[in-house]
């Protein structure tokens, strides 16, 4: 008896599935014939390939459907970067070597002149040096900066009291947290969830380097390298505008998020940096 209802079963189900694919193939037809119609009015080579195209919708409504909806998924792909899923996360979640190695030691310490040749930019004022150091870096995988001595001191000065903050970036699905670090010359990032994985050995997403060999000229340049499994290049450059927006910028409202992080970390609630981003008019 039990295996006469599960036919019963399957018989009945079968039958809605029919009923159900007539529904659907009727109203993919229906569907894909306004697309068509829509393809007329704006695609200029359309009467080229009038003929195959119609062929492919007529014969089969739902693979005519399917192909455009691959055709405007690449369309809408960023330009540069990751998306979200063809990140690989498991990288992340090994540990790096732990800090306090020579190599660490090297990447706090490094200077200008293992980036470019300081005789180039003795005799140049400031601007021309902001301009050769943005060119030079325009067409690498990195963010850059020039930033005034005067803000860069500022950041330096309220680091020593709030060395480590979060800040968020958007995702596909929300938000996600990033922890920062300033240590020596550098600021050190990593995904929140990696570092309650790991701590101090969490993998970095980005570094920033500061180089204060010009400042005698009134600027510090700035150098951030990221790993793109984690973030893309407008995802790195949203941390340092929010790095410099928090430490060098005197904004009562986030000077007040550093100071409950580092004080009263019980009382920080994540939403108020999510709302900070959202009303930054960058």
Same mark, same amino acid.
């Given at each position: 008896m039990a295996a006469f209802a599960s036919v019963r079963r399957f018989l009945v189900h079968s039958r809605q599935f029919a009923a159900q694919r007539g529904i659907h193939m009727s109203s993919a037809r229906e569907q894909s014939e306004k697309v068509l119609e829509e393809m007329k009015e704006k695609n200029p080579y359309f009467e080229k390939y009038s003929n195959k195209i119609a062929a492919v919708q007529q014969s089969s409504p739902e693979d005519f459907l399917s192909r455009l909806s691959s055709v405007d998924k690449e369309k809408k792909k960023p330009k540069f970067g990751l998306t979200e899923a063809e990140r690989d996360y498991s990288e992340l979640l090994k540990p790096k070597v732990p800090l306090g190695n020579q190599s660490t030691k090297d990447a706090s310490q490094? =200077? &200008?002149?293992? @980036?470019?040749r300081l005789e180039l930019i003795e005799d140049k004022s400031a601007d021309d040096i902001k301009h050769l150091w943005l060119e030079?870096? =325009?067409? =690498?995988? *990195? !963010?850059? %900066? %020039? @930033?005034? *001595?005067?803000? /860069? +001191?500022?950041?330096?000065k309220r680091a020593k009291h709030h060395p480590i903050f979060i800040l968020p970036i958007p995702r596909s699905q929300g938000y996600e947290f990033i922890m920062l670090?300033?240590?020596? +010359?550098? *600021?050190? /990032?990593?995904? &929140? &969830? +990696?570092?309650? !994985?790991? =701590? #101090? +050995? %969490?993998?970095e997403c980005l570094n @920033?380097?500061? /180089?204060? #060999?010009?400042?005698?000229k009134g600027i510090v340049l700035m150098r951030? #390298?990221?790993?793109p499994k984690v973030l893309n290049a407008q995802e790195a450059q949203c941390l340092v505008n929010q790095v410099q927006l928090y430490y060098s910028q005197d904004n009562e409202t986030k000077l007040r998020l550093l100071d409950t992080f580092t004080k009263y970390p019980e009382k920080f609630k994540h939403m108020d940096v999510i709302e900070e981003l959202n009303n930054l008019q960058i």
């Open positions: 490094r =200077k &200008l002149s293992d @980036i470019m030079y870096h =325009k067409d =690498k995988d *990195v !963010v850059s %900066a %020039a @930033i005034p *001595v005067d803000q /860069f +001191n500022l950041m330096m670090q300033f240590h020596s +010359n550098t *600021v050190h /990032f990593t995904p &929140l &969830l +990696n570092y309650q !994985v790991h =701590k #101090e +050995n %969490a993998p @920033i380097t500061m /180089f204060t #060999e010009c400042s005698d951030g #390298e990221y790993d």
